[in-house]
């Protein structure tokens, strides 16, 4: 799978977070990690988007080829998101000429990783509606910055804690390693991880968006979306920073959707990532407005 390329080159930590996730493959904790494939049609999908030419032909031939993905954009289609005037859409065709393609594309994506990756556990309940919660307020807020790809923020959105189920499906003992990790007020989350099986879910995902051949700023936003210290550091591209950052505002609404409290990286790291998105209070507000009924669709 190949999404939306960056436009910045790859920099050195980026090569050094790739070379790190090779040893660990070959010789390091990461050897018992079981990477689901990526679909094949996901892989059809994004080439036949990023080609010169979108053959658009494919993504409708893609999206009517499984009847519950065609099912689900029918639903989308004809709920109140879109506001639908006459009659429903009835085919596939008209569903994605209803929603726009981009959004069909987003939709199709979110529908195959999800059973690409199942998750079945407790432990993970809401895992998927959340995740593309968090890929839809990713793009919102794509929409609003300069420069920054709303599908390239989706798709980080998307896959951001996919180490999780990865982990869960791989990993004896990672279920008691989430309830002590959400327990535990003394360290983060992912320092839990690290002491009970010498890796954590940040470095898991970047293993599936490397496995997946999704862009490196991707790869290295997942890697690093809990290391807030290093916002900012010039060794590593603009773009990544600005993902990370606006991981934090999306989980931000989020909870704020779900009347959850603040959690500690909000706490302690808003301000950092506010000041280099360039935002203010006003915008956040703004865009919690935008999402709202889109939250509530997802």
Not at 127 to 141: D, E, G, L, N
Request: contains cysteine; aromatic residues 6%.
């Amino acid at each position: 799978m190949t999404a939306p390329q960056s436009t910045s080159a790859v920099s050195a930590r980026m090569r050094q977070i790739r070379e790190d996730l090779d040893q660990s493959r070959r010789r390091g904790p990461l050897q018992q990690i079981k990477i689901p494939p990526c679909p094949e049609l996901l892989v059809q999908l994004q080439q036949a988007i990023n080609a010169p030419e979108p053959d658009l032909g494919l993504v409708a031939r893609i999206a009517s080829s499984d009847v519950a993905m065609s099912a689900t954009l029918l639903r989308i289609a004809n709920g109140p998101l879109f506001k639908p005037v006459g009659q429903p859409c009835s085919t596939v065709g008209q569903a994605m000429n209803r929603i726009g393609l981009r959004e069909s594309v987003s939709v199709m994506t979110s529908f195959m990783v999800q059973h690409a990756i199942p998750v079945n556990s407790p432990l993970l309940a809401r895992f998927w509606q959340r995740s593309s919660m968090r890929a839809i307020a990713m793009a919102t807020i794509a929409q609003q910055l300069p420069g920054m790809s709303p599908d390239l923020a989706h798709t980080f959105g998307l896959f951001l804690h996919v180490g999780m189920p990865v982990l869960l499906q791989s990993v004896r003992g990672y279920g008691a390693t989430m309830v002590e990790a959400g327990a535990r007020i003394d360290r983060p989350y992912i320092a839990t991880e690290n002491a009970n099986h010498k890796t954590d879910h940040a470095v898991v995902g970047a293993l599936v968006a490397r496995a997946w051949n999704l862009p490196p700023v991707l790869m290295g936003a997942i890697r690093l979306h809990h290391d807030f210290a290093a916002l900012g550091h010039a060794d590593i591209e603009p773009e990544v920073h600005t993902l990370v950052a606006a991981g934090l505002i999306a989980e931000y609404l989020m909870r704020r959707h779900e009347a959850l409290p603040e959690d500690a990286d909000w706490a302690a790291h808003h301000a950092s990532a506010m000041e280099w998105l360039q935002v203010s209070w006003d915008d956040i507000a703004h865009w919690e407005e935008a999402v709202r009924q889109q939250f509530d669709e997802a």
